[in-house]
């Protein structure tokens, strides 16, 4: 594609609506205003296994995602000319996300679908090889992708427009930003223990919060697996029914054809009990989704903590250094010192010492200030731009939930009125016997 292709792809423009592309997210609500997904539909189409050697030369079978981008001018224009495509590995997708976490920490980045499956129910395969357990993760890449592309400050990086377009040296791109530095640096910074005096509440509260949002979520995902179990239990008992109705019937003349047929009846009701299970594991990994948001969210405000934190050390350094210079200046120790107290042993140091030391100060005391108003500038950007995506993550956490809970709800409700028509179907038999 061309370079000015590129360039008037990654344009923005607030006014126009977006198309939501990638069929996990079409009737979910996506984040309004987005610039790339104003000009390119994006798509995980599919997933292939393969093998090859890992870094230490061992061979390895390994799982790659096939992205599809297509120009929406194209779209619009009725050309129905192929996508553009690539492959990329579950570890590619992990790489932007976390490029994408160093390079914009204000911004609570979408999480990617979980690497082994976790909260099942049991007779569920949790090998990552599943095909049924690729399938989701496959919907969960895209949903990734999509809500990356929609946010109105990610969508226009270069490096996901790369991660989209560029099928070969891509890492290398990535690699050359030198986001590791910055990404070891913040991985020391987060596991620091330190207390900060006078932290924004909101950020506290939000803190709080993503801590009881996890732990519900938690609760709610194991809740979920428990019923599952014994939903899964209840339907293949009625294959217990299919099978002495059946066995009964040819022991009896007039009632044969009754008992037969609500045989028929139980045991494609207790079959049907997989594709239910399963496709209720999709409204399970749209929660694990929030369960994995909630520790994004946690960044955010640990982020915060730590600006706020390095602003108070960088003020109560500035506060010491200029104490320093009015006792210097003043001849008046207000604090015990180590060098007060060698002053009144050996005497006053010569004016020379105390010219030159008054100087550094004074230099000091510039950096000092100047430290201080770059720490203040950048505590209040983050906690503004921090705060205004957390807003919108409030609202599209609001809708999503909402959403998959009332369909979860109706799959129940439709779950329930299927087994009362097995039974009322059974009733039918038995009448006409």
């Not at 989209?164 to 223990?193: D, P």
């Amino acid at each position: 594609m061309a370079e000015d292709g590129r360039d008037e792809l990654l344009g923005t423009d607030g006014d126009s609506e977006p198309l939501v592309a990638g069929r996990s997210l079409r009737n979910k609500g996506v984040e309004q205003g987005c610039s790339l997904l104003r000009r390119m539909e994006i798509c995980v189409a599919e997933a292939e296994k393969r093998s090859g050697r890992n870094t230490v030369n061992m061979q390895e079978i390994f799982t790659v995602y096939l992205i599809e981008t297509r120009s929406m001018e194209a779209v619009s224009e009725g050309h129905n000319s192929a996508p553009d495509s690539l492959w990329r590995r579950y570890s590619e997708f992990e790489l932007l996300r976390s490029y994408l976490i160093v390079t914009y920490p204000h911004v609570v980045v979408a999480p990617l679908p979980e690497k082994r499956a976790e909260f099942v129910w049991h007779k569920l395969s949790a090998d990552n090889m599943d095909p049924d357990f690729v399938e989701r993760r496959r919907v969960g890449l895209e949903n990734f992708l999509v809500r990356v592309a929609s946010h109105s400050v990610l969508s226009n990086d270069k490096i996901l427009y790369h991660f989209l377009t560029e099928e070969h040296g891509w890492r290398e791109v990535v690699y050359e930003t030198g986001f590791q530095a910055k990404a070891e640096s913040r991985l020391r910074a987060l596991s620091a223990t330190f207390r900060v005096r006078n932290t924004d509440k909101r950020f506290m509260d939000m803190k709080h919060y993503s801590d009881e949002l996890q732990s519900h979520t938690s609760q709610l995902l194991r809740a979920r697996a428990r019923v599952a179990d014994r939903l899964y239990g209840v339907f293949k008992v009625h294959g217990n029914y299919g099978r002495v109705f059946s066995e009964w019937s040819a022991i009896e003349k007039e009632m044969g054809d009754g008992l037969q047929s609500a045989g028929h009846h139980m045991d494609a009701y207790a079959a049907s009990i997989d594709d239910i299970l399963e496709e209720e594991e999709h409204y399970a990994d749209q929660l694990k989704e929030y369960l994995s948001y909630a520790e994004a969210l946690r960044a955010v405000c640990r982020k915060h903590e730590l600006t706020q934190f390095e602003l108070e050390m960088a003020s109560q350094d500035l506060i010491s250094k200029k104490q320093q210079r009015e006792e210097l200046a003043t001849g008046i120790v207000r604090t015990f010192s180590f060098k007060g107290m060698t002053n009144k042993l050996f005497g006053q140091e010569a004016p020379e010492q105390r010219e030159a030391r008054l100087k550094l100060l004074e230099e000091l005391i510039a950096e000092g200030e100047d430290t201080v108003k770059e720490k203040t500038v950048e505590c209040q950007e983050h906690v503004e731009r921090a705060w205004v995506d957390m807003q919108r993550f409030e609202e599209q956490k609001d809708k999503d939930l909402r959403e998959a809970l009332i369909n979860y709800a109706v799959m129940q409700i439709s779950m329930c009125k299927k087994g009362i028509q097995v039974w009322s179907n059974a009733k039918e038999c038995f009448i006409k016997m």
